[in-house]
């Protein structure tokens, strides 16, 4: 074979034995979900060359989800990467092959990780797939801060916000410049902070489910800065209008903190009372609250 040639399908894969073969219907046993996609592997195994790459990207998908439903994440990132490979033109494959190995942590899957997602924006721009295109953006920000890059992780979610407004979507472009301005307040950046969480209420829709983590996130910034005045204005009473415990807690908890630092011993503990009895009711919630009220200031005597 000369030095450039490509090795065929056919010399990919060594043709599986019996055992090999009872062992796939051992695991179809046990795992019903399993049955149709392990059937495709193995057809690919005996017959690489007559493979379709999307049949078998998409019995690599069933996998997939089948290992992250199980809580099986070693495997469910094998197989988010298998899917990748077999069909390397649909870049939602690369995207999420890009995630899979950012959450996998460590060098070797971040340099991967890198190359997914930059895989992943390469094709969704070729092929004009605008959603997988803030997707490719937000995922490679997310990674890079992940490995301490906050210059460049910030810089790739506002790209995403800004194209994403541009494109109309408002919900994305919110939820990207929530995740500038995050970072932008964890580093220590808090007129850039301020200014990103601005655009991001004014993208996000009247009642978004997210607009109580965003007021949570800004409370929590003017805390950090000793404005717990403001950020007593901003989140008290705000926790009795959103849906969901979980919001509820949240905010609760973040008024207590506010309240205590701002002197206000009334409004401390009616939050700090619905807090704690919102932590009773859903043990999800329990550790935010507790968190928020043990960081609360002591009150004045």
């Known amino acids: 074979m000369g030095q450039n040639a490509q090795p065929t399908p056919a010399r990919l894969f060594r043709r599986v034995g019996a055992s090999v073969c009872d062992r796939m219907r051992a695991a179809a046993d046990a795992a019903p979900l399993l049955a149709d996609p392990l059937a495709v592997l193995l057809a690919l195994q005996e017959d690489p060359a007559a493979a379709e790459p999307a049949q078998v990207a998409k019995a690599c998908d069933q996998v997939y989800e089948w290992a992250e439903r199980s809580g099986l994440h070693a495997i469910a990132t094998h197989f988010a990467e298998a899917s990748a490979y077999a069909e390397p033109t649909r870049p939602r ?3 999420r092959a890009g995630y899979m190995t950012r959450s996998a942590g460590g060098a070797e899957m971040f340099s991967r990780s890198e190359a997914w997602h930059a895989r992943g924006f390469a094709l969704a721009v070729q092929q004009k797939n605008r959603v ?19 210059g460049k992780a910030w ?38 902070a301020v200014r990103d969480a601005g655009e991001a209420l004014r993208y996000y829709p009247l009642h978004n489910e997210r607009i109580p983590a965003l007021v949570h996130d800004v409370a929590y910034l003017l805390i950090r800065q000793n404005y717990h005045a403001v950020a007593l204005r901003l989140v008290d009473g705000l926790g009795h209008r959103v849906d969901g415990i979980a919001a509820m807690g949240m905010l609760f908890g973040i008024s207590a903190r506010a309240a205590a630092g701002a002197g206000r011993e009334p409004s401390y503990h009616a939050a700090a009372e619905m ?27």
Do not use: Q
Request: proline share 1%; net charge positive; hydrophobic share 45%.
């Open 275 to 301: 807090a704690l009895n919102i932590a009773e009711l859903n043990e999800e919630c329990a550790g935010t609250s507790f968190c928020e009220l043990g960081r609360s200031r002591s009150l004045p005597a």
């Open 93 to 95: 494959w690369a995207v």
């Open 132 to 150: 997988v295109v803030l997707r490719a953006l937000t995922g490679a920000g997310a990674l890079m801060k992940d490995m301490g890059e906050y």
């Open 155 to 192: 810089r790739l979610y506002v790209r995403a916000a800004r194209r994403a407004a541009r494109t109309g979507r408002k919900r994305r472009a919110a939820i990207a410049f929530h995740y500038s301005f995050a970072l932008a307040a964890e580093t220590g950046h808090v007129r850039v």
